[in-house]
């Protein structure tokens, strides 16, 4: 252990006590759920969006079995705008573990928590922590980045054998006391000093960095190895009803992109969308709009998405399986999860 391991904890303390985050929704009241809440909320997106939308997910879910109970679709729809819907499907399916297993309760073992969906060691750390003052380490985007920098440790930490440098680096910086605080510091600290662009010139670890100290504060973290992505294109049929101004939505697989949100009908191509429609609306389309393409960037891949907008003669077909196809009204919309680019397309679909 190098004598910053144990100074570190002090530091930060002195330095959040002055300039820390103290006000967060999530930080009024920090229940065991409402922790939890928040701690999913934050795996893959920034503090001042998550506050956007904290209180009212809490409001609709105010404690575990509200959330159990709740139908996915609902649950989906309270998360729009918070991308990456698995974590909302596994929150959901988590709670409903907690509320048959646990009678409601969070538990408070560490491997137990685990052991919940979307719950790995940072979040069951962070959990532990600020909810049960448990002395566990965390290891967020932003702490790797702040210990990949203040041991200069280099190397792209998602790869195991960085990761398993800065575990070890986390444990030991991680006080006996004040546990609590110093999570939140140290979270705090990577967000707004050691951040991407860091702010060396105000930060009060400077004389104790050495990345600052070797140089090599721009180099440290190192970014994701490049690859190329690969590129798929897709077509999505918009069918417009335009009597009652709804279109027609299709619920997505539970497994895959957008697992349980629903989109519009897709097809590989446009060569099979007259029989696509002949075939589940009983029609051909009286017109065809090929509308701007829609580009949408996964992990893995991006994707080139080719809207085309078809009117059908009325009356169009109105009897379909509810769970599995959706006349989403434009003027009165469903309390559902849509797909990111599909909340695009209707509202220029609603423009038009
Ligand atoms: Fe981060 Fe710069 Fe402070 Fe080092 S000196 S901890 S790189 S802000």
């Known amino acids: 252990m190098t004598g910053l391991h144990e100074r570190l904890a002090p530091l930060l303390l002195d330095w959040w006590k002055v300039h820390g985050r103290r006000d967060l929704p999530w930080q009024k009241d920090p229940s065991p759920y409402r922790v939890w809440v928040s701690e999913i909320m934050l795996q893959q997106t920034q503090v001042p969006t998550v506050a956007r939308y904290y209180d009212r997910f809490m409001a609709a879910f105010p404690n575990v079995t509200a959330l159990a109970d709740a139908p996915l679709d609902q649950v989906l729809h309270q998360w729009s705008g918070l991308g990456y819907y698995a974590r909302a499907r596994n929150l959901h399916c988590a709670a409903q573990i907690v509320r048959d297993e646990y009678r409601g309760e969070l538990p408070s073992q560490f491997d137990v928590l685990m052991s919940l969906p979307g719950i790995g060691r940072s979040t069951a750390g962070a959990i532990l922590s600020l909810a049960f003052a448990q002395r566990w380490p965390i290891l967020d985007g932003n702490v790797k980045r702040v210990l990949a920098r203040l041991f200069n440790v280099s190397g792209w930490p998602g790869s195991t054998k960085v990761a398993k440098q800065l575990w070890a680096h986390a444990e030991q910086c991680t006080p006996d006391r004040q546990v609590a605080w110093y999570t939140q510091a140290i979270m ?87 029989d696509w429609c002949l075939q589940k609306l009983g029609s051909v389309p009286c017109s065809e709009q090929v509308c701007d393409t829609v580009s949408h960037s996964f992990t893995h891949f991006d994707l080139d998405i080719q809207p085309i907008r078809v009117s059908l003669p009325l009356p169009v077909l109105r009897v379909m399986e509810p769970e599995r196809w959706l006349w989403y009204k434009l003027r009165q919309p469903a309390e559902v999860g849509l797909a990111a680019p599909v909340d695009r397309l209707i509202e220029t679909i609603g423009e038009s």
């Open 188 to 274: 705090d600290f990577g967000a707004t000093v050691c951040a991407r662009s860091p702010d060396c010139g105000h930060c009060p670890l400077q004389m104790h960095c050495e990345a600052f100290r070797a140089d090599t504060v721009a180099e440290v973290p190192a970014p994701r190895p490049r690859r190329n992505r690969p590129r798929r294109t897709t077509v999505m049929v918009l069918v417009v009803r335009d009597d009652d101004h709804a279109v027609l939505l299709e619920r997505r697989p539970a497994e895959g992109i957008w697992g349980g949100l629903w989109s519009f009908p897709e097809l590989p191509d446009r060569a099979g969308l007259v």
